[in-house]
Structure formats: structure tokens, C-alpha cells
């Protein structure tokens, strides 16, 4: 396990289209996300344990959100080769076991989370109705304990867009292990 800490976002940034097969057997794209105010593109996997340790916080983040019309969108961009748990049979499986409320997408040649500059899992990148990157940051301040939370970054700045108002220039990166690259 290689840890990383994301870069800074490039806020402003425009969301990258993407078409990619969804957990549920159907291709997904940006388009499909038009109508929701704020959309979280989040880059995770299955076998990351910094994934893990935040997976219950994520999941119920995003079924509160749905509720508010916000839109979350799980990528895997792992190489099944060398990591035959993040494999799109697995994906399909953890999304079912722990009842995933959002699409989770198969990045199979990994070009999106090239064309996103995505780095690590978790990776989450938050976009305004336009598509304009507003936050890339971690989901909270503490990654590997849930008793310890004090401070739900990602949730805040989504809070923040709904409500009109800018989100904090303060961002903190997340960490997590390394996209895992096709050799």
C-alpha cells in the first residue's frame, strides 16, 4: 500500500465528461447527472482501507444528500489484474453487500481519473450546477477513526454550494492509497 495525499484542486476547473459501465449494467456519463445542483465524483475502490475506514460515513452521507437532490458518483479506476478485489464482478458485489445509494462506475482503461487527476482512493472532487470544480478535499477530519470526527469537510462544502455560498479556499487534501496503474 503506497499512501498518497491528493493536490490541491484546480477550482473553477471543469467537470471531464466521462461514459463509463455502471455497477447496475448501464454506461453512465456526465449528462446524466444535469439535473442535480451539486455533483460529488468520488474516486474509490474496494480494497483500499482507507476507503474502507470512511465507507459507512460516505454511504450515509450521500443517502442524507439524495434528500437535498445532490448527486454522488463512486469511480473505480484500479487494475483488476493485480488487484482482483476492485475487479467490476467485485464492484458489483460490495455495492450490493453494503447497499451503495449511488452509481458506481467501472473505469476499465482509467482514462477518467487521468482526465480528473485523480491520484488516490479516496480522491473526491465536488462540482457546482455548472460544473465547476468547488472543492477537492478529504470527507472529514478524521480518516481512519469515526469516533474522532469532528469536522465533515466534504459534507460543509456541500452545504455551502446548496446554500449560494462559496466554500472555504481552506481545503484539506485527503489521503488514501495509490490509484493502482495498469502497467
Known sequence: MVLLHSPPGELGASAPDFALLGVDGKRHTLADYQ?????????????CPYVQAIEDRLIALAREMATKKVSFVGISSNDPT?????????MQARARKKGYTFDYLYDETQQTAKDYGAV?????????????????????????????VRKEELKEAILALLAGHPVSAQQNTTMGCSIKWKE
Not at 35 to 47: A, Y
Not at 82 to 90: A, G, H, Q, R, T
Not at 121 to 128: E, G, L
Open 35 to 47: 439535473e442535480s445542483p451539486i455533483l460529488v465524483v468520488m474516486f474509490i475502490c474496494n480494497h
Open 120 to 148: 488516490c482512493t479516496p480522491d473526491f472532487f465536488v462540482y457546482d450546477q455548472e460544473r465547476k470544480l468547488r472543492y477537492r478535499g478529504r470527507l472529514d477530519d478524521s480518516p481512519r477513526n469515526p469516533a474522532a
Open 82 to 90: 493485480n488487484y482482483p478485489e476492485d475487479s467490476f464482478v467485485n
